[in-house]
């Protein structure tokens, strides 16, 4: 994994979202490792999140489908999260979701930093 690379995915975050972006926090899925994580990141919700991403994919399987490829969770008051699960690996993103539009989070912003975060992967 290039760290260099990731700080660049962490950098698209704060000039696409803006003021709307909060906290985020990558980890490694077995263990909860933190690779990268912005000053604001609560790693121990992040580790939590990798725990209910497992909860989530395995009760999946009892339906004819599988987690995509993130969720969102709206949180009360101002806050949302992001959850993307990259097998090994898992990249949480907190907003503002009251500055955040979600169309821009989810069609423009998404794409862009997945692809951002598989150029670190393979680097």
Request: proline share 2%; aromatic share 8%.
């Amino acid at each position: 994994m290039n760290i260099q690379k990731l700080n660049l995915c962490m950098d698209i975050l704060r000039k696409d979202l803006g003021d709307g972006f909060v906290a985020s926090c990558i980890i490694t899925t077995e263990d909860g490792q933190v690779l990268i994580s912005t000053d604001q990141a609560n790693i121990a919700s992040a580790t939590i999140l990798n725990d209910a991403t497992t909860f989530i994919s395995n009760a999946m399987k009892t339906y004819p489908t599988e987690l995509g490829q993130y969720y969102y969770i709206d949180v009360a008051g101002n806050m949302a999260v992001l959850v993307i699960p990259f097998g090994n690996y898992q990249w949480t993103i907190t907003i503002n979701k009251k500055l955040v539009k979600l169309g821009l989070l989810l069609n423009v912003v998404l794409p862009a930093i997945i692809n951002a975060f598989e150029d670190a992967a393979v680097s």
